[in-house]
Each structure stands twice: as structure tokens, then as C-alpha cells.
């Protein structure tokens, strides 16, 4: 049987919306000091108004302009693998198959959305875009893809990752991208905090409302998001639909898919193509987080800020309060306090299940990964690895010939300090 799948063929032209099908309403979202719905016109000053309609759009299919197409095809379609020496190492007989998003440029899913945002907003006349960024991985994917459309990005950096982790923050300078520490004194939140704390290492909460107000602040430019709102989540359905022309070449069905959750955008990605399958066919499809930020499996379902200062609408989600801050694990893509609130609904009405997992059982997985496919995964990818191989062992003793279907959000290679902590013993669980 073939074991990798890529082609041309498999690029859609259409991305996915699942809100018209999902169990109930998307409640909207609500306006942070009025707390009346948002407006379109609301989100103006920082979204050009493509994406506005993305954002509030009830259509199934929305066309990928071929412009994105072509910027895609440097690294789409990506490859469909099928895990085979890992399956030999558990002894299962399930199959594994994973969908390879770490071979884009900057290394993770993270590009299909960035590249869709850029060209809209090049296309609109912006000239420049900000956003916020953790350890690096959406800041350098928006740095490469605003390049391509010729913006310039301004990238709000949490500042302990900005001095402890150099690489990405010279990934995002060699493609033309502005880094600043923050909190910085380019803002007027930035400055608040300094002046209390000139020590504060900053957060992802705080880094969101300097790159929100800065963008509010200049008229000819706007601000970005990398996972969380419906159109971010719109733009990463590309891989599940790949994934979905993939295997029926092979033919075959996923019974088991599985993603790891940060705020919810390559798991959608993955599986919101398969979700109308799902409900008929009785798919299996877990969404995996860190039990060190367990949103889905402990947060409260109800309206909160998405940043720190109050500044973002207030999204309907399960969230531990945008006030929480995560004990520093090494996946900190997936240290969010909320989550899209499409995923939330779906995990709600039981069509998603939602499992959390500790950090050392996530890089036993992760290196089991790497001994026997040779790929370094990105330690948020670990978490979905590990239920992974929970669910091809549980397939072994059931004596169940299952196909588990994955998404490799992204590879490793910029996390090596956290495979030497982990290797050398020094990663704890909290
Ligand atoms: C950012 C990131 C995530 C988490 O973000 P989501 O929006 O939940 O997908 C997961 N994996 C990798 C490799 C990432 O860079």
C-alpha cells in the first residue's frame, strides 16, 4: 500500500465554514463595553472587510482566491503519511495516518491562515500588520507571509520568549518582520505595565492588547490573529479536505481523529471536514490540551475577553479566565485560556471529546515518534501524538483494526531546548 500521498490534485478551492452546521446558533460575539453583538462595522479599525465577512459568514463554501492557491502550492498539498514503523513499534493493528503540516516554510500549520490574512489585507491597501506572538510560531508564520504580499508586520513578542528563545525571533527579522519585546513602551498598555513592573516578562494576553491598540492607533494598518476566530479556523479547513481526498484514494475512513488543541485551529482544520461524517458515521474525534491549561475539559462555558486588558470582544467558550496564566510548559501554543468558540459548541453537544494530558507523557510519545518515523515533532504536536498511541494500544487489546488519522501540527527543530530538558530529566509535571 502506498504510504505517502501528495499530488496537486488534492489543493482545494474552496475552503469549509461549519458554522451553518453546527448543533445550535453561534452565539455571536459581544461588544467589550457595550456588551451589545458586534457589529461588522465594529471590527473595521483593525480587519479589512474580506475577512469580516468571513468572519460572520453563514455560506458552507467560500472560494480560495487563486492568488492564495498559488502561494499554497510552495508547500500544499502536504503529504498524507502513513505511520508504519510506529505502528510495528506498538505491535497494533491499527493504521496511523498523519497529515504533515511542518513541512511549510516557517514549520506548522500556521501559514494557511497567515498567507489567506495577508493577501486580503494587501489586497485592501494595508500596509502593514501586527499581531502578537508566544514562543514565535505565529509571529514567523505571518513575517513570511506578509513578505509575499509585500506588508510590513510588526510583531508584539512575549519578552521571557524574546530573550530565551532567539531562533524564531531571528526567523521572523531574516523575512523582513519587526520584533519588539513586549510589554513594550510603544503602547499605551505596554507603558502602564512597565511603569508598574519594569520587570514583567510579559504574556500572551498582554502581548494581544499592545498589537490590538497599536493597529488601532495607525490608519493604514491592521492587526492579525492566528487561531481562535471563524476565519482563521475557515482558512486551515484546507488540510482536512486534502486529508479527506487522500485517504479515499487509499480507501479508506478515519474511525479515530485526533488533534492537539491551542486554540483550536489546526484541530479544526483537520477535522471540521469530517464533522458532517462524524455525526452519521459515529467518527471518534478527540481534541487533546495540556492538563497544565485545560480549557476544553475544565474551563466554564461563557462569555470572556480573548486578552488580558479587556480590549477583544467577548467570545461565548470554555475558558479558565482571561486572567489565567499557564505554568510555564514547552508547548506554549497551547497555553490559551479560551477556545474557538465553533469547537466549543461541538464539544458541548458531545460530538468532540476533549482529553487533557501531562507534559512528560506527551515528550515519552514525542520521542517514540522520532525513533521510529525520524521526525522531531513540535512538543505542542506531542500532546495529539500521545492519545494517538493511547488509542492504537486500546485498538491492540480490543483486537480492533482502526484507522487513527492525526495532525503533525508541526515539527520540533526551533524546541530542542525542551527535548534536552525532557532527555536530561529535567522536565516536571506540575
Ligand atoms: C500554534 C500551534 C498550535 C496551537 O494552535 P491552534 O490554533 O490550537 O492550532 C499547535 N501546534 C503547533 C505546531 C503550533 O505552532
Known sequence: MKKVVMGEEFLPKRWYNIVPDLPEQLPPPLHPVTKEPVKPEDLKPIFPKALIDQEFSEERWIRIPEEVREVYTIWRPTPLIRAERLERA???????????????????????????????????????????????????????????????????????????????????ETWGGEVIPSPSDRTEVGRKILEKDPDNPGSLGIAISEAIEDAVKHDDTNYSLGSVLNHVLLHQTVIGLEAKKQLELLDEKPDVIVGCVGGGSNFAGLCYPFVRDAMKDGIKIIAVEPTACPTLTKGEYRYDYGDTAGLTPLLKMFTLGHDFIPPPIHAGGLRYHGDAPTLCILVKHGIIEARAVSQIPTFEAGVLFARTEGIVPAPETNHAIRVVIDEALKAKEEGEEKVILFNFSGHGLLDLKAYDDYLSGKLQDT
Open 90 to 172: 506498538l505491535k497494533t493493528p491499527a493504521r496511523i495516518y498523519f497529515k504533515f503540516e511542518g513541512v511549510s516554510p516557517p514549520g506548522s500549520h500556521k501559514p494557511n491562515t497567515a498567507v489567506a490574512q495577508a493577501y486580503y489585507n494587501a489586497k485592501e491597501g494595508v500596509e502593514r500588520l501586527t499581531t502578537e506572538t508566544g514562543a514565535g510560531q505565529w509571529g514567523s508564520a505571518l513575517c513570511f507571509a506578509t513578505k509575499l504580499f509585500d506588508l510590513k508586520c510588526t510583531v508584539y513578542m512575549v519578552k521571557v520568549s524574546y530573550y530565551q528563545k532567539p531562533y524564531r525571533r531571528v526567523l521572523m
